[in-house]
Every structure is written in structure tokens, then in C-alpha cells.
T-cell receptor
């Protein structure tokens, strides 16, 4: 158990819908990262927050957004969903803002868009 | 940009065989290197890491040595078990960047 929690574990929805994925980092960790794992693209970084502020952006679509709240939990919002958005979404946390610090991963949310 | 290349899978081995999964990287600076493992139906777990040249990371019988001269971080285990069946990801981070992952190597160990 990494100490990072993600909810829900599974999510099934229809095209055009909007969903919210939630992540709680390890106690004491200030950085939260979101990654997408799909069969064709592999593991891709989406976005990072550090202590409530956006720190880095990766291959995140404009239809996707995220935020980190004062209690340091983070939410990833996916809207106007398409079939291709079906993937595993992982959250990771670390103590510091990137660098050599280790990132610990949550169990993931499996999103299926029908 | 920074990138990680790891050997294509799947790799199928008999129990107690020797395992090597190759990983090489390209980085503009001086990265930290990681191996993560993903067991079926689970998330990513950190297996081992190394933060500077010639460091050896080790855990659960797995080892990898940071080789700056060959830009490599190959994963090895002397005697694999059925329970080691999983997907293994090599990854790097440099300065304040998020992790860059290889495509993953699926390992199947048969009894």
C-alpha cells in the first residue's frame, strides 16, 4: 500500500459525458501528478500540482482539467468524453516538487467510455 | 526530449531462470532512474531506484546499476518466481520534471 488513494476504482460512462476522478496523496506529500495509461500511448504524464498550484503540464487535452485543494487532495475532470479516453488514470504523489524525489502511485481509476 | 527505451516483450521464462530486462535512456541532464512494477489488476509500485552513476538499486532480489557511460539501467534477477509475473517499467526524472516512462515489458514466469 503506497498511501495514495484514488476513487472510484472503476468508472463506466457514455461519450459526451463528464467525470471527476479523485486522488488523496500520501500524508505529508505536497506534489500530485496525474498520468494516463492506455494500450496505444503507454504511460503519459498529464499534469502536476504542487501545494495547490499547477507546476507542470504534459499531454493533457483541453477537455481535461485538474485542481489541487487546500487539503492537498486533487481532482481530475474529464469532459466531452470520447471512446479514446478509455484508459487507466493514475495519481502519484511526492514530498518535493519533482527532482530526484520518488513518486508513489495510487491503484488507479479505470475509465471506460461506451 | 528525454526518453526511455526498454526491451519489447513479452518475456517468458521458466521458474528459477535468470532475468534481464534492458533499459537505456536519453536525457539532457543527469537523471534519477527507476524501475516500477505493475502486477495484474494493480497500480504501479516502486521496485528500485538509483540517483547517481554507479549506484546499484536493489529490492526483492532485483538489481539494477546506473551506468552513465552506456546510459543504461538494466534490471536483473538471478532466479525468477511465478509471483514475479508482471509488467516492468523503466523510468527517469531529471530536475523538476515528472517521470518519463518506457513502454513496459511484460514478464511471464511459468512453473
Amino acid at each position: 500500500d503506497s498511501g495514495v488513494t484514488q476513487t472510484p476504482k472503476h468508472l463506466i460512462t457514455a461519450t459526451g459525458q463528464r467525470v471527476t476522478l479523485r486522488c488523496s496523496p500520501r500524508s505529508g506529500d505536497l506534489s500530485v501528478y496525474w498520468y494516463q495509461q492506455s494500450l496505444d500511448q503507454g504511460l503519459q504524464f498529464l499534469i502536476q500540482y504542487y501545494n495547490g498550484e499547477e507546476r507542470a503540464k504534459g499531454n493533457i487535452l483541453e477537455r481535461f482539467s485538474a485542481q489541487q485543494f487546500p487539503d492537498l487532495h486533487s481532482e481530475l475532470n474529464l469532459s466531452s468524453l470520447e471512446l479514446g479516453d478509455s484508459a487507466l488514470y493514475f495519481c502519484a504523489s511526492s514530498t518535493l516538487s519533482g527532482g530526484k524525489d520518488t513518486q508513489y502511485f495510487g491503484p488507479g481509476t479505470r475509465l471506460t467510455v461506451l | 526530449g528525454d526518453s526511455v527505451t526498454q526491451m519489447e516483450g513479452p518475456v517468458t521464462l521458466s521458474e528459477e531462470a535468470f532475468l534481464t530486462i534492458n533499459c537505456t535512456y536519453t536525457a539532457t541532464g543527469y537523471p534519477s532512474l527507476f524501475w516500477y512494477v505493475q502486477y495484474p489488476g494493480e497500480g504501479l509500485q516502486l521496485l528500485l531506484k538509483a540517483t547517481k552513476a554507479d549506484d546499484k538499486g536493489s529490492n526483492k532480489g532485483f538489481e539494477a546499476t546506473y551506468r552513465k557511460e552506456t546510459t543504461s539501467f538494466h534490471l536483473e534477477k538471478g532466479s525468477v518466481q511465478v509471483s514475479d509475473s508482471a509488467v516492468y517499467f523503466c523510468a527517469l526524472t531529471i530536475r523538476n520534471t515528472p517521470l518519463v516512462f518506457g513502454k513496459g515489458t511484460r514478464l511471464s514466469v511459468i512453473a
